[in-house]
DNA sequence: CTGCACCCTGTAGTCGGTACAGGGTCAACA
DNA sequence: TGTTGACCCTGTACCGACTACAGGGTGCAG
């Protein structure tokens, strides 16, 4: 019974969510339209909190907002088994590996050219002719 | 006096560029306009390759064009020592190294997860629980 | 009753491209 | 000579995931 409704401000600050962003996820469908006050104010139910949550969790793991969808489409049926969850969280993981060992290669090319800077003008600079064409 | 001029099909093949990528780096003035053929097809010079190329390395490299901008000018001047090139780099390393344990956080969350699920229904999946507010 | 924080809608901008639509040009081949 | 077909042109709209206004309305405290 505790109906106790939240204005788009509070669901935000609870969900570290700009108020903009919480609008834009109704827009595009990700959040469902709340009820509204008598003053066209959106009052948001503990549902609409769990959800909005549950979406903030997610991104911030680095699902996209597709991948959310799908997660919670899922979560919404209540019926299938766990395998098509743990497939989708597995194949975001790979994704991450992929993103990592990418950014060390990244890592190892550009801080193998920090540091041969000592001294001399732009025209010796080891940065800028290993970005140049060979 | 080697005037091959370039097609911006030929331009963009030598550096795995598409061609609307680079009209587009015209367009926001990062690769200077060519000349024109008779029949208004963009004509590229040596110049304009070697350009290129320095851009879609930084790009590959993960800097921004705000910030290739920045080191095309520091090229162009060939004036000011290398220290400001240096600096550029290393703190594009920083963010490099926060993305990258950014990354390895969410792994290790992310694989924590997964695996969970050997059966039962969404109901008690682990890795929907885990994303659903406390 | 007035001031201020908050809320509303709608639109445009961000970044780094990508994807058309609707045309023009050019070289090869029949 | 004509006609394919690959390439090129401009202009505009779209992507993801927001963010930032402008121009107004609401609600409450002093």
Redesign the interface.
């Known amino acids: 019974m505790e109906k106790a409704y939240h204005s788009i401000g509070e669901l935000a600050e609870a969900t570290d969510t700009k108020v903009e962003t919480v609008r834009y996820y109704e827009r595009i469908g990700i959040l469902p339209a709340p009820k509204r006050t008598s003053g066209n104010y959106r009052a948001y139910s503990a549902g609409h909190?769990?959800r909005l949550?549950?979406i903030r969790?997610?991104r911030d793991?680095?699902f996209t907002l597709d991948q959310v969808r799908a997660?919670l489409a899922?979560?919404d049926?209540?019926?299938?088994?766990?395998?098509t969850?743990?497939a989708l969280?597995?194949e975001?993981?790979a994704e991450?590996?992929r993103?990592?060992s990418d950014?060390?290669a990244?890592?190892r090319?550009?801080?193998g050219?920090?540091?041969q800077?000592?001294?001399?003008?732009?025209?010796?600079?080891r940065?800028?002719s290993a970005?140049?064409?060979r």
């Open positions: 909190l769990a949550s549950f969790r997610a793991l680095g997660l899922l979560a049926q209540k019926k299938q088994d766990c395998g969850v743990d969280a597995r975001h993981l991450i590996d993103k990592i950014l060390k990244l890592r090319e550009l801080s050219l920090i540091g800077c000592k001294q001399g003008t732009i025209a010796d600079c940065i800028l970005l140049s064409p």
